[in-house]
Nanobody, 118 residues
Framework: QEQLVESGGDSVQPGGSLRLSCAASGSGFSGNAMGWYRQAPGKQRELVAIISGDGSTNYADSAKGRFAISRDNAKNTVYLQMNNLKPEDTAVYYC????????????WGQGTRVTVSS
């Protein structure tokens, strides 16, 4: 039974940096996408960054130039390096991972909180 566990969320000042980590348990993740979403209070969950099994990446416009997603398939882990954080980055960040080959299953972590305040 697969699950995702996030870590690295914290409270920082604007301009600070954080590195989020998410480890997936189980098999079948390496060839598929992993990523990060976030949800602010009263807002819809939105995509921040995603990385494919082959290493290609995609970012939300708000994250481009500031955030970097990476993965370590040997550890079933995805990372999000966040630099130059802004107050509008404040949200709960959720790890996402897709598992499978013929049939896909999507998994979500419980979330890690990021607070950026002046």
């Amino acid at each position: 039974q697969e699950q995702l566990v996030e870590s690295g969320g914290d409270s920082v000042q604007p301009g600070g940096s954080l590195r989020l980590s998410c480890a997936a348990s189980g098999s079948g993740f390496s060839g598929n996408a992993m990523g990060w979403y976030r949800q602010a209070p009263g807002k819809q969950r939105e995509l921040v960054a995603i990385i494919s099994g082959d290493g290609s990446t995609n970012y939300a416009d708000s994250a481009k130039g500031r955030f970097a997603i990476s993965r370590d398939n040997a550890k079933n882990t995805v990372y999000l390096q966040m630099n130059n954080l802004k107050p509008e980055d404040t949200a709960v960040y959720y790890c996402y991972a897709r598992r499978g080959v013929i049939t896909w299953y999507d998994y979500w972590g419980q979330g890690t909180r990021v607070t950026v305040s002046s």
